[in-house]
């Protein structure tokens, strides 16, 4: 049974609206109801729950801020994050589903795609009809994906397409992939390939240790056609897929809080009644400075992710604030997951919790969307202006 609580050490719920709160106990409802009941045995046997993608749709997850005359919820930033939050409270592959959908797949057809393409994807990607994969790493080209060989050529009436993308989250069921290739200049744009057309395939990739819920897979495209009108004509060059990345490395920053929180509220609630020396262990010192510096953590991320929330919503965020939050809040989760799965002793090690498999996922989730390393230096970046990438 599902007992989460969340905990709100600095009463930042009064910084919320109504809406907000509302909004986020929707998503935590039906993360308790269909998410938690299953989720255990998804990760066990590696297998998506296909069975979630009409409740994401249902509580908002896909395209949160897409306007709703595109079929999206029109919601602000923060009701975006409360929601990433409580479904990775679930469980983090499940948020990326959900985090591809809307800031990777929805949002450069929202930002960059004509008006025919909007009008065809985004109402089918909202309500989880249609779903969809952002094919940007490639086997040689992970952290630097500007050297990228996925290449384009003009065909007459359409383009011709070859390449392979890998590590690419929805692959293996997505009917539409957003796909970062280079044109004959060498200058990189999005096309939409389609499931079915004719030389493209997307392999499921196994044995994946993390993120187990979530189907990963390549996309492999062998000569296929890509008609003209699939290219997404606004916008061009690798600031095009890297503004895609802000979105959702924004939705990562609210997302591990989530996951954080879980093992927080497991370890405590687990601690108070786990007796050993004839005492709770929560009232020894060591099991109390886990908790304690667990919490002390949690507030602080909770305070930044609000921050870059409102900053976001001011249109104001800059990738050097998003990277920050991203890459400070994934290592505080996973920390957390590390010292809350020791307070549970043996039994953190089995899926009768949710600690280990939130703790392996954000193994994933420190390496997706940047590492821990790239992101550091575009911090470093920002504050000397020197690039140490190279
Ligand atoms: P650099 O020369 O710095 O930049 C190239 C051009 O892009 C512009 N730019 C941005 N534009 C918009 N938004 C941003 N965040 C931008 N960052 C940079 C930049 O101004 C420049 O424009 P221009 O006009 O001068 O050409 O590029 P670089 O090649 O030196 O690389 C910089 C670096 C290393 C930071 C970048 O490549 C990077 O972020 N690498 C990490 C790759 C990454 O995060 N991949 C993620 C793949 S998707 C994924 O993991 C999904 S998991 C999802 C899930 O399951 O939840
Ligand atoms: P590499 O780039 O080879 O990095 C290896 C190590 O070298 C890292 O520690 C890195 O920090 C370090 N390193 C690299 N460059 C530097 C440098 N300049 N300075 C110092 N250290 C450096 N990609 C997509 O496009 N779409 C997806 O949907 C997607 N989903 C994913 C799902 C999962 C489960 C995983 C694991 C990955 C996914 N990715 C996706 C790919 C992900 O974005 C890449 O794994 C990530 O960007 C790192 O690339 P890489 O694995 O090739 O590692």
Known sequence: MDLFESPDYYNIDDLLTEEHKLIRQSARDWVKRDVSPIIEEAA??????????????????????IPEEYGGA????????????????????VRSTA???????????????????????????????????????????????G?????????????????????????????????????????????????????FSTPETHNKWSLRASATGELIFNNVKVPKENLLPGRSGLGAP???????????????????????????????????????????QLQQKKLAEMITKITKAQLLALRLGQLKNEGKATTAQISMAKRNNVEMAIKIAREARQVLGGMGITGDYSIMRHMMNLESVITYEGTHDIHLLITGLDITGIPAFK
């Open 99 to 145: 985090s591809v959908q809307s800031s990777l797949v929805m949002f450069p057809i929202f930002a960059y795609g004509t008006e025919a393409q909007k009008q065809k994807f985004l109402p089918k990607l909202a309500a989880g009809e249609m779903m969809g994969a952002f094919g940007l790493t490639e086997p040689d080209h992970g952290s630097n994906p």
């Open 242 to 284: 890297l503004s895609c990345l802000d979105s959702a490395r924004y939705g990562i920053a609210w997302g591990v809080i989530g996951a954080a929180m879980d093992c927080y509220d497991t370890a405590l609630r687990y601690a108070k009644e786990r007796i050993q020396f004839d005492k709770p262990i929560a009232g020894f």
């Open 74 to 93: 029109g919601l602000d930033q923060i009701s975006y994050g409360l929601i990433m939050q409580e479904i990775e409270r679930g469980d983090s592959g």
């Open 147 to 199: 050297g990228m060989i996925t290449n384009f050529k003009d065909n007459g009436d359409h383009y011709l397409l070859n390449g392979a993308k890998m590590w690419i989250s929805n692959a293996p069921f997505a009917d539409v992939a957003v796909v970062w290739a280079k044109n004959e200049e060498g200058r990189i744009h999005g096309l939409l390939v389609e499931r079915g057309m004719e030389g």
């Open 44 to 65: 066990q046997q590696a297998k998506f729950p296909n069975s979630i993608i009409k409740g994401l749709s249902e509580i908002g997850a896909f395209g949160p801020y």
